[in-house]
């Protein structure tokens, strides 16, 4: 038996990856290693997952349905799928509206599609985003607040996620579960995030630009703790219940919002080096503030962040450090 992973080469499913193989299960990986970011970065942590010799990877693109689901191999062994694998960023979305169209829209239509034929699935758990609360003023975000009002085509796209997702339950009883991830940060991090970003100006000495005028605050998450919750997630899979479908949707976050000048400072600290900030109106299409309410992952599988930014942060450059070189 064996777990399909999408977006194996990107930050969260390459860890997630590593978390499954580390307990023993087989690994199917698959990713299209798009130039979206460093490729180099994706195939250092494909080197990693190689060792393992459970793991098995496949390049393919998700959204060529057909070619991808004729490509891959044992599909009876496959009894669950998490599928990671999505077109990233708020600010890209504003430039590049069909790459968002095209994985994240036709992307979770395949998956879904390749759900319907695994005679042994168990549980599809996939990515979504806590920019799906759009234009939400109240705080904490919670899984039964309206998410109707999306500022970005990124956020329209993984709400479109939601609904398939909603669905494929319906009609065929897929089992699916939604994850709203908040701020995802650590080692082996995205290069368009701002711990990375920031970082890698620090050390060079470049400026690096604050939104809002500094005056913004993130839900950061360590991205260990989501693993944690993740995987806590896949072996319960949802079941039809009182007319409603085997679905569901929920937060994961680490439920303490940051000001933005304060995680800078825990950067600055980590780093030894003050940064050089300008400050910056705030971009299209962004939120001012993110703040998970993570009660009901709480109560239904006991999930709780453990990793704070003070001790996250320094894990991250610590491996930034190593893997640049610095």
Known sequence: MSTLVTGAAGFIGYHLSEALLARGEAVIGVDNLNDYYSVKLKESRLERLKRHKA??????????????????????????IVHMAAQAGVRYSLDHPDAYIRSNVLGQLSI?????????????????????????????????????????????????????SHVYARLFGIPSTGLRFFTVYGPWGRPDMSAYLFADAIFAGRPIELFNGGDMRRDFTYVDDIVDGVVRVLDGPPVARDGRPPERIYNIGNHRPEQLTHYVSVLERAIGKKAIIELAPMQPGDVKETYADISAIQRDFGFQPKTSIEEGVPRFVAWFKAYHGV
């Open 55 to 80: 793991f098995r990877f496949l390049n393919a693109d998700i959204a060529e349905r057909e070619a991808f689901a004729s490509a891959l191999p044992e599909k009876a062994t496959i009894t669950a």
């Open 112 to 164: 879904l599609e390749l759900c319907r034929v695994l005679p042994a699935l168990k549980h599809l758990v996939y990515a979504s985003t806590s920019s799906v609360y759009g234009g939400n003023t109240k705080q904490p975000f919670s899984e039964d607040d309206r998410v109707d009002d999306p500022i970005s085509l990124y956020a329209a796209t993984k709400k479109s996620a939601e609904l398939m």
